[in-house]
Nanobody, 123 residues
Framework: QVQLVESGGGLVQAGGSLRLSCAASGRTFSSNAMGWFRQAPGKEREFVAAISRFGSSTYYSDPVKGRFTISRDNVKNTVYLQMNSLKPEDTGVYYC????????????????WGQGTQVTVSS
């Protein structure tokens, strides 16, 4: 079992920045690839970013590429999402996810999910 707890969400003006954190417990953190997803009101949850077990590979959805950065600290058992140049369309609940298989994270089918943290970007 893996438990995931997100933090760092909030209200920010367009053009601003936020850094989300996801603390993991349970199974050895470095055993899992990690990812971030988001769900806007009235829309389906969508993939945002993924990172391999030791951070050597990262992947991003097109809408966030160049603005968001995913990283991880395997000593602190934490994955981060640095979000810059935020836009109103980035508003939503952001979820952290984990799976032993990076492919599962990249295809939005990870085994473990956090409860989510709200990000609101005002125009």
């Amino acid at each position: 079992q893996v438990q995931l707890v997100e933090s760092g969400g909030g209200l920010v003006q367009a053009g601003g920045s936020l850094r989300l954190s996801c603390a993991a417990s349970g199974r050895t953190f470095s055993s899992n690839a990690m990812g971030w997803f988001r769900q806007a009101p009235g829309k389906e949850r969508e993939f945002v970013a993924a990172i391999s077990r030791f951070g050597s590979s990262t992947y991003y959805s097109d809408p966030v590429k160049g603005r968001f950065t995913i990283s991880r600290d395997n000593v602190k058992n934490t994955v981060y999402l640095q979000m810059n140049s935020l836009k109103p369309e980035d508003t939503g609940v952001y979820y952290c996810a984990a799976d032993a298989a990076l492919s599962a994270v990249r295809t939005s089918t990870p085994r473990y999910w956090g409860q989510g943290t709200q990000v609101t970007v005002s125009s």
